[in-house]
Every structure is written in C-alpha cells, then in structure tokens.
Nanobody, 123 residues
C-alpha cells in the first residue's frame, strides 16, 4: 500500500515536498511514478524512476523544477517541487509497478496507487 502526504496551499514560486510511504518492500526493485490530476482534466504523468540503476523521467512541464528521490531506511519516495506555478495545482498520486520504457510515463505501467494529496498553488 502507498500513502501520500505533504500536500497543501503554497504561493507561486514556493516549494513543497510530497512523500509516498510504502508498506512492505514496495520500492525495492520497482519503479515509482508520480502523476497528477487537475480539476476537469485527465490524470497526467509527472515523473518516474526505476530504482535498479535507472534514470528519472520527467514531463516537460516540471523538468528542472521537480525531482524524485527515496529514502530506503523509511521506505519512502519523495517528490520535491520547487518554483511552483498555479498550473501545478492538482491532486498528486504516487504509484509503483514494473513499467517498461514504453509504459513508464503511462498509468498502465503501474499496479499500486496511493489515495492522492492535494496541492494548490495560489497566484
């Protein structure tokens, strides 16, 4: 199971760090992805990383502002979000699975999802 936390209200240009805590060894050899869904829009890919030496994949809209990391000691993956913009407002979800290159940016690459955490960026 996955549980996100760390969402909230922040001003434009601010930062937030989201956490995705896993029960069990969910992140051991899997990939973790972050997705988001804004009101009235479909859920979209944000960032993902395979933990067995793989690189991180970022959407163009967040590249250079967001980063993904993990702390294996507490079985938690983080999404650091800097220089936030109003268009980053959304519910953010973490997910884990075994995506291949062609599916790592898509929902079908992931089998386990968290419940989401709201991020609101005021202008």
């Amino acid at each position: 199971q996955l549980a996100e936390s760390g969402g909230g209200l922040v001003e434009t240009g601010g930062s937030l760090r989201l956490s995705c805590a896993a029960s069990g060894d969910t992140f051991g050899s899997y990939a973790t992805g972050w997705f988001r869904q804004a009101p009235g829009k479909e859920r979209e890919f944000v960032v993902a990383r395979r933990w067995n030496g793989g690189i991180a994949y970022y959407s163009d809209s967040v590249k250079g502002r967001f980063s993904i990391s993990r702390d294996t000691a507490v079985n938690t993956v983080y999404l650091q979000m800097n220089n936030l913009k109003p268009e980053d407002t959304a519910v953010y979800y973490c997910a884990t699975g075994r995506p291949i290159i062609s599916t790592i940016r898509t929902e079908r690459g992931y089998s386990t999802w968290g419940q989401g955490t709201q991020v609101t960026v005021s202008s």
